[in-house]
């Protein structure tokens, strides 16, 4: 649900013939917002685990702690990695739902680059080492601010954590295009490697690693200093 509407709304905005063609970052950043919203909401059994960041933070949070990523489900290691397939298969899916949902879009005339921007994110200027310093610092953000919701006794469900997400986008997501999710980015990107999408070019793997370990790191961070800090 997460991708599916988040990818969704990336086409919605950049791909040709479109609705909502050219409509912008805020729409782009609010899109993800509620996606987020959504997939937390749907995914209310398993903890809400969309995001293999913030499943690491929580287990470097409290490692093998009872009911830590959700009732009756503790944080260990081997939990953690079955949490992260799962999402790994579902961003796959809901990106080849978004193509599906567009495909008449992606067969019309657009540069690769935009066609590959639906699915992963890329950055504005690209220098790796800055690229993942901003990826560290986003997932950062999005987790530790996670953790410290779980302290408070304000009980808001999704709606903070979207507007964080929001938030992110449009303080910081400007220069990779935030991917603060490593399943976001790769799951997508593997869909769209193995998709029949007219001239889609390449999926930039030389760029792959970015999202990825980016966030992880930022998550992992978030989980040690909220650990120290908030708990």
Known sequence: ML????????????????????????VITFGWGLAVMSGVYVSFKSGAHINPAVTLGLYLNAPDKADQFAKGI???????????????????????????????????????ATKLGVFSTGPAIRSYGWNFFTEVIGTFVLVFV???????????????????????????GGPTGYAINPARDLGPRIAHAFLPIP????????????????????????????HAYIV
């Open 3 to 26: 991708v599916l509407l988040g990818t969704g709304v990336v086409a919605n905005v950049i791909l040709p013939k479109n609705k909502g063609f050219s409509s912008g970052w805020v």
């Open 74 to 112: 503790t944080s260990s290691f081997s939990n953690m990695l079955l949490y992260w397939l799962a999402q790994m298969i579902g961003a796959i899916i809901g990106a080849v739902l978004c193509w599906l949902a567009y495909k008449k879009h992606f067969d019309e005339d657009a540069d690769p």
């Open 146 to 172: 996670i953790l410290a919701f779980g302290k408070n006794p304000a009980s808001l469900g999704p709606l903070p954590v979207s507007f964080l997400v929001v938030g992110i986008g449009m303080s910081l």
């Open 199 to 226: 001239g889609k070019g390449k999926s930039d793997w030389a760029y792959s690693w970015v999202p990825v370990f980016g966030p992880l790191v930022g998550g992992a961070i978030a989980g040690l200093v909220a």
